[in-house]
């Protein structure tokens, strides 16, 4: 059944630090707290539109839910909790920081109803931590996922390549040491420079160069590749597509892109299926590529990107998209001559 988020944004609240990246104010258009009634109004609100059945979870995003004192966590929890009890919802999820979580937290969040528990957590290089401004280390996050993990609730981390200071070394060790700290699921979100933010500061004292589209792209889409072939689920690539964020007076620069995750899952087929290219002589022939139909676009890449690089790369004189649902999603096979080969994400070079 697919999932429906019920989003309560908590903009700064409880943060204990001011990340240089972060405006959540500028991210969400909401500049105060959220009340315990305005969350009672934001469920009964997202249920009355709710018309298919959906597993419903209420979220809250953009603080520290966990930094906050007991008493107002327990207030903005209680509407959720009720709803939950009542059956109108089937799970809650906070997004705190890694410093503020610990067994008793884990446990009273847990006794309303909270089954999952997002780690902000950027970078595991703890250079790039402090450049940041996070206030915590990389020790600290994997205390925390331990943490959350060994009491039996799912921990997620988010990820930010880009950051200042970041280099593809320090990029690679961060996903690697992610890997080692087994999340149940990874949100990477490429870092963006908004405006009112240090990082702003930073970019127009030309002390700061953000990722380009592109790179921020391969980055992203070799981070899911990683994660995915090692079990980790990635639920979100690049930011959530919104008003705010498409005005150029919030997202000074960076890579921005409203079909950012799309674009990296085609840069993961361009990958799959050149990969299979550079092992077959198919100068001046033919190529199919089955595929599910809700992978279309992304296999042509934004403006048939990949359709003409792996022409012009490979010489090849034509390609035809075959359409066989029978296929799995993010999967391929590839005729060439009288031969088929299958290709996932898994085998890059299957053949
Ligand atoms: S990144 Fe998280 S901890 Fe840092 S300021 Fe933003 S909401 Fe607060």
Redesign the pocket.
């Known amino acids: 059944m697919k999932r429906y988020i019920i989003p309560v944004f908590i903009p700064?609240y409880g943060?204990?630090?001011?990340?240089i990246?972060?405006n959540?104010r500028k991210i969400t258009g909401l500049d105060r707290p959220v009340s315990p009634e305005q969350v009672s109004a934001a469920i009964a609100e997202h249920l009355a539109m709710i018309t298919a059945p959906r597993l419903i979870e209420v979220a809250f995003y953009?603080?520290?839910f966990t930094a906050l004192p007991a008493d107002i966590q327990q207030a903005l929890l209680a509407p959720a909790y009720a709803a939950l009890q009542q059956g109108k919802i089937q799970a809650i999820r906070v997004s705190t920081?890694p410093d503020c979580i610990n067994a008793e937290i884990v446990t009273a969040v847990c006794r309303y109803g909270v089954t999952t528990i997002e780690l902000?957590v950027?970078s595991l290089d703890d250079d790039v931590l402090r450049t940041a401004g996070?206030g915590h280390t990389a020790r600290q996050v994997a205390a925390a996922v331990a943490v959350i993990r060994g009491m039996g609730v799912k921990c997620g981390i988010q990820l930010m390549p880009g950051l200042p200071g970041e280099t593809m070394l320090s990029l690679i060790a961060t996903a690697c040491r992610t890997v080692k700290l087994k999340p149940d699921f990874v949100r990477i979100y490429p870092a963006v420079v908004i405006a009112g933010t240090q990082l702003a500061v930073l970019y127009s004292r030309g002390l700061y160069r953000p990722l380009t589209l592109p790179q921020a792209v391969r980055q992203a889409g070799y981070l899911k590749l990683l994660f995915e072939r090692n079990g980790i689920k990635v639920i979100r690539t690049g930011l959530q597509a919104t008003a705010e964020l498409a005005d150029q007076q919030v997202v000074l620069a960076g890579p921005y892109h409203p079909s950012f995750g799309e674009m990296a899952d085609s840069f993961i087929f361009h990958l799959m299926v050149s990969r299979c290219l550079e092992q077959l002589d198919c100068t001046d022939s033919e190529i199919f590529i089955c595929h599910h139909s809700r992978d279309t676009s992304k296999i042509r890449g934004l403006k048939n990107a990949n359709l003409n690089r792996w022409r012009q790369e490979y010489s090849l004189r034509a390609i035809t998209l075959a359409v066989d649902d029978e296929l799995p999603l993010n999967a391929i096979a590839m005729i060439h001559q009288t031969n088929r080969y299958f290709i996932n994400k898994s085998m890059l070079t299957s053949l």
């Not at 943060?15 to 990340?19: A, I, K, L, S």
């Open positions: 700064h943060c204990t630090h001011q990340c990246f972060c959540q953009g603080g520290s920081r902000g950027q996070r």
